[in-house]
């Protein structure tokens, strides 16, 4: 009979994803060929306007056409073909990371899930997980051949022309002072986002679950009232995070905007000029677009990338957990006699071990006899049972059943 797997003796989350870059090695290599049968185009353009266009020669204009009209049938076929394999393969690592997640509350102690609202742990496992497949997906298919694309045109226009290649380059600094004036507040705003739609859902399953009861004590209004100031927290961070991304986002398109004015005004008077040629200033217009394609990637990832590391940290924040039983009895017992001993037991819930909930208790039940614990609500009553039955591990002290440790 094999051991139970002990779950610390899982890897982190991080190493976890590290370990399954093998898996979409075939998915990414497609879409990486498709950014290089992509990126002769911009050399085709020029070629059409320089040489066949000057000469008037229409088959001159369709056999560069004819290579064109290729490149972009395999660039099209790469890409589907890529994008199938990665999508196929991320579904297949979600599954096993909700598996995971799942897996890890199965030995959580419950002191430390009684502490958590369902909402936030189904928020973990739905929301969160799909917001890591969101960003992966769009960096495996979508980032990683956008740079390389950009790394080909970048060296076929230096080719053409590096003078007018430095100016299009200007557009990093661009991107850079937005990250430096943007990036932080985006992050602590996604945050908060995060955080209010936890509390959403935590109080909306809460009191959805106990519909029932609500009614029943006429709590109605009551339940309205936390739901609709749930509901509106969740709005004003929403408002919030829609207002700094939308700022950030207009200032980095004004920016770019300019530069592709000086561009094309730069490159108009250099052509006029008999710097470079016409061909290649239809080049570096064609080019432009995908030079600052990563630039644009990287800024419509912003948003995703803070969601996604919000749902990492919330994600590992349960894998990671140290909250773990470390206790498991083995022992069986054919007949129970009903002695139970509380033996200097202490206890104090995880998230709170400022608050000790049972201090130093002492108490022999015997056979046959019948104990009531009385007190207010949050004085420890369900705790005793939850201890005596083992869902809690007292935090000093022992339990006795029969003689016997409750640990055995």
Known sequence: MSAPVNPLDQPGLLSYLWSARRRFRGGVILALLRSLAAAPCTFLIQQIVDKPLKEGSID??????????????????????????????????????????????????????????????????????????GLLFAVLNQLLPTILMGVCIMAILAWMNWFLLLVILLAIPVYASAKWFFFNRIQRENNANRLAQERLTGTASEYMSALRLVRSFGEEDQAARELDRSSESFARSRISQSYVNA???????????????????????MAIKGGITIGTLFAFMAGFGYILG?????????????????????????????????????????????????????????????????????????????????????????????????????TAGRILIDGVPQSE
Request: with cysteine.
């Open 60 to 133: 001159g204009v369709l056999y560069f056409s004819l290579w064109f009209v290729l490149c972009l049938a395999l660039h099209f076929a790469f890409s589907v073909w890529g994008a199938h394999l990665i999508a196929k393969t991320m579904a297949g690592l979600m599954v096993e990371m909700r598996s995971r997640i799942f897996f890890r509350m199965q030995f959580l102690s419950f002191s430390y899930l009684d502490g958590q609202k369902t909402g936030r742990l189904l928020s973990k496992y739905a929301f969160d997980t799909q917001k890591i497949e």
């Open 247 to 269: 700022i950030f986002g207009t200032y980095v398109h004004v920016g770019m905007q300019f530069l592709s004015l000086i561009v094309i005004a730069g490159g108009a008077i």
């Open 294 to 394: 990563p630039v644009h990637m990287f800024i419509g990832l912003s948003e995703p990338y803070f969601a996604a590391k919000e749902g990492y940290t919330s994600i590992k924040e349960l894998i990671d957990s140290r909250y773990v039983e470390t206790w498991r009895g083995t022992r069986r017992e054919n007949r129970i006699h009903g002695d139970i001993v509380y033996e200097g037991v202490f206890f104090h819930y995880p998230s709170a071990p400022e608050k000790t909930v049972i201090k130093e208790l002492n108490l022999s039940i015997r056979p046959g006899e019948h104990v009531a614990f009385v007190g207010p609500s949050g004085s420890g009553k369900s705790t005793l049972a939850n201890l005596l039955l083992g869902l809690y591990a007292p």
